[in-house]
């Protein structure tokens, strides 16, 4: 026995101890581990563009809109928003829509045209030729040591913008690109297959340009910086820099899909403020808290000490919960609240199973550590499928969902089934068979439940 209440009372130890976690990293305001909290509760912007993938085949459409997500995102990471939100959306397979959506949330912003100039338009992959006489202007300024460093520095500002010029190479003329590896070195590098057209762009700049550079620019950030060994013919080109696989595998993808344009419209704008965001999670939270505690006092009230361990293993629940939102970083919606707070109230359905069963088991004259056994293994099959239906319900939901905040609802609402499994058939088992009153008129009623006082039944040791 004193094994078992060792593992109930390490087991709170935990429980306590994760807490506190994901109380002081939530205090904490430089920690990575605060909730990440959605427009609806913070506050911001949120755009919504039509993504036009006609041109594309389909078999390359989820790569194209993969790229564009990233594209977009590193241009508005280089503003250094707070936490934004870029996803596709697709139509709903029920629905027959196929129509292609990019969703970007800025949290915090609320001017419409900056949010708008953040986004730009589709991104462009360049070819471009350094300038040698700007190259050598370049060295020279940096060779100045007796020019004033302010006026060097603002030489080499105004130089370096200027460094690489236009080809005319973009990536219009690019068919396709390929991860190649050295058959030597075994060193990954980047084939490139051109148009026929852009094949004789591509020969004629290379024959006039051997010896120089020609950099590779995706969305005016340079990518790459390869050197014309010889005038290249075919149409072919290849691409070598001392790569990672990794590294080389991202290439070949923005190249790709840099040379298929995702054309990208504006069809809808929304601004929520931060007044209305901050209601809104107050009002969440509040219903939380309000939810737990008249769930924990009815607990108590009707079912008296298994009550009591039904609502410590409820606040296990909630804690698992939220360390599991900060752990893995789920985005946390009004919607999502509601979830979170209707899988509170199920995650009680197993408890009172179990507690019913119990009484039914002790109602036939078996001991309390024998009714607690056969309740459980009794419950648990009602407990599994009634479980297994809002889990294969949360799936659909989350799978064939339209809009990110039904896929939000269903991802916590996924989440809290699975833990309220957990904390109901371990954590609450485990306290309740830690506890041993006796057999004595208290212990009788501390197990009795409803209006029963229990000096119906003893109960048997």
Known sequence: MWKKRLLALLLLIVAVGIGYVVYN???????????????????GMHLVYKADVSEIKSDSVADALSSLRDVIEKRINVFGVTEPIIQIEQGGMVAGNDEKRLIVELPGMTDVEKAISFIGKTPLLEFKLRDEAIEKELNDVQAATSTDATIRATKLAELYPKLYIASGLTGKYVDRADLQFDSTTREPRVGLTFSSEGADLFAKITKENVGKVLAIYLDNTMISEPVIKQEITGGKAEISGNFKLTEAKELVRNLNFGALPVPIELIATQTIGASLGAEALHASVKAGIWAFLIIALFLMVWYRLPGFWASVSLAVYVVLNLAIFKLFGVTLTAAGIAAFILSLGMAVDANILIFERMKEELARGKTLEDAIKEGFARAWLSIRDSNLSSIITAVILFTFA???????????????????MFTAVTVSRTLLVSTRLGSGSVARFLYSCGLHTGAEKPIKN
């Not at 990110?404 to 991802?411: C, D, E, M, V, W």
């Open 402 to 420: 339209s809009t990110p905040i039904i896929k939000g609802f269903a991802l916590v609402f996924f989440l809290g089934v699975v833990i309220s």
């Open 25 to 43: 990293s939530e205090l904490n305001k430089e920690s990575k581990y605060r909730f990440k909290l959605g427009l609806d509760l913070n506050g």
